[in-house]
């Protein structure tokens, strides 16, 4: 937008005076000024109040420090740099017009980082500069937000926003927005501030909290943004009012608002319902509204809340990754997202200062970055004393509800030593995670190392991507990857669970039914899921298996018990990630190629092959990078293996033509899938030599099964045995068992035994 | 295999003698021997006659600078580790009875690599364990190999080896063990060196050199194998017929063997016609063999032969490499083959002890690894003043051919300051390579730093997985890779150039017509063939040009001209990799999906979707990565784009599914393709940015076109023109040219102008 003529008169003065004010202040510090760089003009920020993130005395350590702590000057000198970059390039407030990825939309969300980066430059180097570009932005916002409508290009069914099409941008800009202003206040005019407070603070937080009080409201990380941008804005401006809201709710009855949230989203450990993808994105105003709650009504102890509730969801979001540091892909998640983006920076030094907790510091090492506040300071001085290592990751059983009641995740992590890499195997039995929530009860995603081998799909979406339907989720998310077949589980009757229908799965949780992770030979989880299907009962037991001897990689047993009194088509589908290399049965590959169903997913997946074999084992091999990789499994002569590649029904090549390899029975009432997912040898194009290709499967056995008890044995071609026997009710790990199998007694003490050989 | 009492029995007897010897030995050294090692017998190695690699003197500076040279105790240890190790496991010498992959096929690798892995640690230990190692393998070689028939699983048209499956490998394994030999025998008895050249060394060299007489005097690497194993072993055994008939042939008359290949196999610029995926192979029997001839026959000058073409060999080699190291799979080649590999590590490591040429050090200083060897150790050396640096890959024009007539290779290399990488385009008008050959001419690879934008397949094959048909070449090869419809060319209706009949198109080449690869604004190439298909010319011409502002990338202008008298169906396809963004035509997905075609590799590829325009602008945009790419095509409202999909008629899965982009032209006899292919803006998942999604070429115009000239035009959105001018004909860089297109005269001297605005 162009600034009416008004504006540029007083700018016009604003900048007289100021040339004139500072053409003394340069003359008279001529002497004094050698170590200043010259053409900066510097004052002192002599006061602030309140602190947000960065208070003066912390910003004057910053100062000092900058010569001597590397990570703190890199990471200041980018803020300097965007800051310079934003005062060169001149300031431009647009009319809102294009939805995400457009011009209007990405330069609003530029407009925040650079007024941030200019608060953080003022603060630091005193030059008035900075603080005079956030005061015409600011005072160029004020003229525009009044006039806003609704942005024209608002989506159906979502909070609209003014400046952006969602109202959950203009939370993001507020949260951003009002720190900029709290860092450049104390320099700007009496009659400017006023100007600033009146018609932008004031009305974006009216918009937000009161025009979009159902989102305020809401428990979800939307209404996290608006009471955090609402909150800080209450500090910043001392409205005690605004601030109460955004603490306990519209009606301050605490019903709603932010410690309502730290109360409902979070799990006793800290797990976020709707995934790590959105935990990473929700911890950021969680912990910047924790930071200026504590740094302006620290009796409020918000750090200490719910059992240092705020620290345990940065660890837990933190666990929740690969090797790469990429989020495990539960729910809408973007594969690409790792912890390393800003929002961790931010949570990640915020957790450090105030609970000391120097297990992060190997993430805030990596991120070669800190943020330019009073966390970042103590990161920065942390880090001048660390001698790199690796972040640790251990094996975790989170649970998920606000009561740790509503199941949860495991995370089964074993060294692998063939290739000093970890085995990792994650089994999701966690609630439904609101909106974004897939349909993928018990499913199971596998990792070598860095490397995916059972993957979830994620989301369908190209985040920002304008052409692919503005960067929004796309349709093939709802018809394609929340479905319950894109994910490594059972899909009963080519149906997704609870019909795909989110009310319904909201109300009920998957239950945990034993674990144990500590023991160094196994670990073991079991769940079941009993009410997604009507009539069909279902418990996963998910073992990670270390090999008896050296040479042997960990394995993963999975034995996936489904009762039931009618009949059902079962399939339980892998997304393997990889290139075919063998089968040990036959298969007809089609001529021809036609999608594997019409709904629920299925109408995506072209249908490649079927295979069928008359022995009871069925081993599909496969090459993923440089190791191979089978799935044994258990079958009968009626089963079927069928292979498909996604990529059907998809009109704008919005889907990746990934691979699946699903295990089908038909007519089953009740059914035991007894599957070893094994990786082994591996390939070296370089030295040209290829190492155990075939999988050490031999033979796969049920040996019993019951409502009680399900037994299964998996034989290798070495020679060694593994028999596992899981309990299916009355879970005591103190309980005596026994059980006769073919005169052979079992007797054993808890939910699960492991016998070997 | 088990050796027969009569052979245990010596071996008893010797193992007394040395025992009571060594212990004599060790008595008297007992003072003097503190700093060896305990449990270690050594003795001095004083003879060696003659030396292949590694002569006495040259192991004693190795062996004193082991504790300083860490290059070089990094590698020795390597080496004397796998012979520990091979000790321990003790000698197994099976009967040949598998194919590649197979047990007896890995095991007679392990055997020449562990016998001169022995070699090694004995020349610079000195432990006698070591020769005993080998020569004790030597001898159950020397009870097996005469009874060997030739190999049970030996292939149908393709030489056959005793060991091994083929021939080829029985070379290495003689290459290799003649090594290993050469470095023990000075301590071996009189008696077994008897039987193990009488035995072992004379049976092979002449089952290679008489028997497999055919593939001895083949110009072709495996007989690059062959004469060198046999030159070698003749050095050794000090048999001067046999090092002449591997020089000069088995008559000796200089129409075949090494020099003759040295002669025939490269072009002047060293660039071997089979591609820099065998080219990487062939180089270490041409330097190994090239070293021992040196070593021996200095007189021969064979470093300085032709020009010194090895050297040059092995640095063309180095340049058709990417920017992750890895071989331009031109032809059969595997795309996970770089030049960390061992043949060039040897390689390397000869030719910069010959030709003392410096610019090869960041290639051995990224190898981690010497040989250990005279030429080892000066790299060693070389590298401990060595500051780190790349490799310097510059733009460069290879010819192919032996006289450099035979068309050729160009790597146009720019710098593409937007993401700091380089942008990469190779155009392949080379012979046809012998049998590996693909029918690719004119085809075009692109890379955007280590990113492969537009893909050659490489070959059909899973190097030594023996699920994989043993790791040959798969069915798929022939019906797929080598087919033009797999490269980045056009394809005439639908048949392959040639008919895909190596012996028509091993008899005449491409030709290049001008090239300028200097100009930092522009680098051009133009070829022509003319043979591939009865009636039709086809001259193609890429540009790599650099965008006039800082602010757009380099870009390719890919201009393919065709004449026919006759009408006919032009295929332009474009391995894309990565995944489609958008498009500015309509097209429709097919709903079933069938086989673009029925031959010549159209069988292979399921017809995803076709897509017509009114425009004259085609517009493709994909995502590869956190970049996109975009092809501007200029087209007619007659014109088809064809998306499409790896995998059809892959009865076993051995294609992977790689998505490809065709612009089709029916009923046409002249016609141009004028295309430009784009790098743009950037996905920053981390930040949430995306930049540049779209194409920024608003329009393609071809100006002119007749059999002199070749004029189009291509405008960008922010109103920059490039207009480039091609002479078609009578090449010459001084000649002036004038024509006038719509009164307007355009004028320049030599092959090519490019006017910009």
Not at 389 to 406: A, S, V
Request: charged content about 25%; hydrophobic content about 35%; overall charge neutral.
């Amino acid at each position: 937008m162009i600034l009416p003529p008004s504006h540029i008169i007083r700018l016009r003065l604003d900048i007289l005076c100021l040339t004139l004010t500072l053409c003394i202040l340069s003359f008279s510090c001529k002497e004094k000024a050698i170590t200043d760089t010259k053409d900066e003009v510097k004052t002192e920020v002599t006061s602030q109040n309140p602190t947000l993130s960065l208070s003066i005395s912390e910003a004057s350590e910053i100062k000092k420090l900058l010569n001597t702590n590397e990570v703190l000057k890199a990471s200041f000198e980018e803020q300097k740099t965007k800051a310079d970059k934003a005062i060169a390039n001149g300031i431009e407030v647009p009319i809102p017009q294009d939805p995400g990825g457009g011009y209007s939309h990405e330069k609003h969300k530029r407009n925040y980082g650079e007024m941030y980066a200019a608060g953080i430059a003022y603060m630091i180097t005193g030059d008035v500069k900075y603080s005079e570009f956030v005061t015409n932005m600011l005072l160029a916002y004020a003229t525009l937000y009044p006039t806003l409508p609704l942005h024209p290009k608002r989506k159906e069914n979502h909070p609209a926003g003014k400046l952006f099409w969602q109202g959950l941008n203009e939370s993001v800009w507020l949260v951003n927005s009002i720190q900029a202003y709290s860092m450049v206040n104390s320099s700007i005019s009496a009659e400017n501030k006023k100007i600033i407070e009146d018609n932008v603070f004031k009305k974006v937080v009216e918009f937000i909290s009161v025009d979009s009080k159902k989102t305020f409201n809401k428990i979800h990380n939307h209404g996290t943004w608006a009471v955090a941008g609402v909150g800080m804005t209450g500090y910043v401006l001392k409205d005690q009012d605004m601030v109460d809201r955004a603490l306990y709710g519209s009606n301050k009855d605490k019903k709603t608002g932010f410690l309502k949230q730290i109360d409902m989203l979070f799990s006793p450990e800290g797990y976020y319902s709707e995934g790590p993808y959105y935990q990473r994105y929700a911890m950021m105003p969680f912990m910047l509204f924790g930071q200026a709650i504590q740094r302006n009504q620290p009796d409020l102890k918000i750090f200490e809340y719910r059992d240092q509730l705020l620290g345990k969801a940065v660890t837990t979001v933190l666990q929740l990754t690969d090797e790469n540091g990429a989020f495990f892909p539960f729910n809408d998640a973007l594969k690409e997202k790792n912890y390393l983006t800003s929002e961790l920076i931010f949570a990640s030094n915020i957790a450090f200062a105030y609970y000391k907790d120097s297990s992060l510091l190997p993430i805030t090492y990596e991120h070669h970055k800190v943020s330019i506040s009073g966390a970042g300071l103590s990161v920065a001085k942390a880090l001048q004393n660390f001698d790199a290592k690796e972040y640790e990751k251990k094996p975790l059983l989170i649970t998920d509800g606000k009561d740790g009641n509503d199941g949860g995740l495991a995370l089964l992590r074993m060294p692998n030593l063939q290739n000093n890499e970890k085995l990792t195997s994650v089994f999701k039995f966690a609630s439904q995670g609101m909106g974004h929530g897939h349909f993928d009860r018990l499913s199971l995603f596998l990792y070598d190392g860095k490397q995916e081998i059972l993957q979830d799909y994620g989301a369908a979406r190209f985040l920002n991507v304008e052409s692919k339907q503005g960067g929004r989720y796309l349709p093939e998310n709802k018809t394609w990857a929340k479905q319950t077949i894109a994910h490594n589980t059972v899909t009963v009757d080519e149906t997704s669970q609870f019909n795909a229908n989110v009310k319904a799965s909201s109300k009920i949780s998957p239950q945990l039914l034993f674990s144990n992770l500590r023991d160094e030979k196994i670990q073991i989880v079991s769940a079941k899921e009993e009410n997604a299907y009507e009539d069909v009962a279902m418990q996963r037991t998910i073992a990670l298996i270390k090999g008896n001897n050296s040479e042997q990689p960990p394995f993963v047993l999975d034995v996936y018990r489904i009762a039931s009194d009618k009949k059902h088509q079962y399939d339980l589908n892998f997304m393997y990630q990889g290139h075919l290399m063998e089968t040990n049965f036959g298969y007809t590959k089609e001529s021809i190629l036609s999608p594997l169903g019409t709904k629920n997913g299925y109408q995506h997946l072209w249908k490649l092959a079927e295979g069928k074999s008359d022995t009871n084992l069925a081993t599909f091999t496969w090459l993923n990078k440089n190791r191979f990789y089978s799935i044994s499994s258990l079958i009968s002569k009626d089963s079927k293996m069928v292979f498909s590649l996604l990529g059907a029904n998809d009109p704008e090549f919005n889907l990746r033509n990934d691979a699946s390899y699903m295990l089908r029975e038909n007519d089953k009432k009740d059914h035991v899938f007894v599957n070893v997912v094994e990786p082994h040898g591996n390939f070296d194009p370089k030295l040209e030599s290829v190492q155990n290709p075939h999988s050490s499967v031999k033979h796969i056995q049920l040996l019993f099964s019951d409502e009680f008890y399900t037994v299964v044995k998996v034989m290798f071609a070495n020679g060694e045995n593994y028999t596992l026997t899981i309990v299916n009710q009355e879970h005591d790990p103190h309980k005596k068992h026994t059980i006769t199998i073919d005169d052979q007694e079992f007797q054993w003490t808890g939910n699960y035994n492991l016998k070997t050989n």
